[in-house]
Every structure is written in structure tokens, then in C-alpha cells.
């Protein structure tokens, strides 16, 4: 299994909290991604890097922002939690060598109450 | 821009019978298709993909996927299904080093 880890697992938290997920790899890969998971959508790409400090917004990119000051780490804020962005988020990674396959993290379940 | 139809949301199904799930996507030059697989209350994990060569690729565990560039699809087709089987299957289309994803197939499996 490829290294990627995310912290913390599971987060409830409460409206209009800010709230920083982990992900961190072991793999040197290039490309790291967010996704959010919800019932009837599939997967949706909130932000992803191509290297240190280089990002771009997904299709669900609002109420989220990214940093990546380092390689193996990939943080996603969520500036002021909303009930809205109750869901499980993945973390995915690829090394952007062609059409390259995307390993995953465990995922966070996240709660805004 | 890429797109990619999962046809079912849910496909039951008996233990030890065939079982097909359905993947269409938007035409494109060229095509890059993954099926991934995800157990309850895990992540996704790579089924199985088609990058070019033989349309038809398998996986370890007997699932295997053929690509029809004319009718733009990559079911995934697996002669007999086991209760392990039971997790939500997703296709997905590369597009400028992103996946484009469908919603997802939920296959369940009836002893």
C-alpha cells in the first residue's frame, strides 16, 4: 500500500470553526489531491498540488483552502466550518508521470454540528 | 470536458452468479479509463485499468473490463461474484492528470 496517512480520522466540530485536515506521504509523489465523498455524488475534487506551493481549486473549491509547504504534507482549511461540509475527505497522490494512477488515504469523517 | 455515467446506483445480486457494472464516458482523443473499488469504511483502492494495448485488462481477483472506444464504455464484468465482492465500484476518465469520476456503483450480493 502506498504511504499516505490522514489526521485526524474523525472531527466533529461545530458551526463557524475552523478546521485543518492532514495528509501526509511517504512516496515523494508529485501530485497530491483533496476529495470530498457524499452519498449520490461519487467523489468531488475540492484542491489539488503539483509541488510545493503550486495548487489549484477543483470543482468544489469554495469555503476550502489548501497549503503545501513541504512535499509529503498536503493541509486542507476549512475556514469557518458550515453543516454543509459534513462528509468524508480523501487524500490522493500520484506521482504525474502520464496517466497516472491516484493511491488513497484511510479518509476523515468529518462532522459540523 | 471529460465526463463519466455509472448507469446503476446499486446492482443486487446472487452469490456465485455473473455480475456486469456499467461505465460510459464523454469521447476523447485519447482515453485513460480506472475502475477502483471501495470496501465499507475504507478508502479506494485500483481495480484494474486500461492505459492502451488489449482492450480487455483483469485484475487479481477475476474482475476484468473491456474498452469500447465506439461505444465509449468500460464495463466491468466479473462470471462469479462472492460475498467479498460486496463494496461500491467507481469508474473514472484521466484528463490533464486528473480523474474525472462517476458517482459510483453499489454492488450487493444475496446469499
Known amino acids: 500500500d502506498a504511504g499516505i496517512t490522514q489526521s485526524p480520522r474523525h472531527k466533529v466540530t461545530e458551526t463557524g470553526t475552523p478546521v485543518t485536515l492532514r495528509c501526509h506521504q511517504t512516496?515523494?509523489?508529485?501530485?497530491m489531491y483533496w476529495y470530498r465523498q457524499d452519498p449520490g455524488h461519487g467523489l468531488r475534487l475540492i484542491h489539488y498540488?503539483?509541488?510545493?506551493?503550486?495548487?489549484d481549486k477543483g470543482e468544489v473549491s469554495d469555503g476550502y483552502s489548501v497549503s503545501r509547504s513541504k512535499t509529503e504534507d498536503f493541509l486542507l482549511t476549512l475556514e469557518s466550518a458550515t453543516s454543509s461540509q459534513t462528509s468524508v475527505y480523501f487524500c490522493?497522490?500520484?506521482?504525474?508521470?502520464?496517466?497516472?494512477?491516484?493511491?488513497f488515504g484511510p479518509g476523515t469523517r468529518l462532522t459540523v454540528l | 470536458a471529460q465526463s463519466v455515467t455509472q448507469l446503476d446506483s446499486q446492482v443486487p445480486v446472487f452469490e456465485e452468479a455473473p455480475v456486469e457494472l456499467r461505465c460510459n464516458y464523454s469521447?476523447?482523443?485519447?482515453?485513460?479509463l480506472f475502475w477502483y473499488v471501495q470496501y465499507p469504511n475504507q478508502g479506494l483502492q485500483l481495480l484494474l485499468k486500461?492505459?492502451?494495448?488489449s482492450t480487455l485488462v483483469e485484475s487479481i481477483n477475476g474482475f476484468e473490463a473491456e474498452f469500447n472506444k465506439s461505444q465509449t464504455s468500460f464495463h466491468l464484468r466479473k462470471p462469479s461474484v462472492h460475498i467479498s465482492d460486496t463494496a461500491e465500484y467507481f469508474c473514472?476518465?484521466?484528463?490533464?492528470?486528473?480523474?474525472?469520476w462517476g458517482a459510483g456503483t453499489k454492488l450487493i450480493i444475496k446469499p
Open positions: 490522493a497522490i500520484s506521482s504525474g508521470q502520464g496517466p497516472d494512477t491516484q493511491y
Open positions: 486500461y492505459l492502451s494495448g
Open positions: 512516496e515523494n509523489h508529485r501530485y
Open positions: 469521447s476523447s482523443v485519447s482515453v485513460y
Open positions: 498540488s503539483y509541488g510545493v506551493k503550486d495548487t
Open positions: 473514472a476518465v484521466s484528463s490533464n492528470y486528473q480523474l474525472i
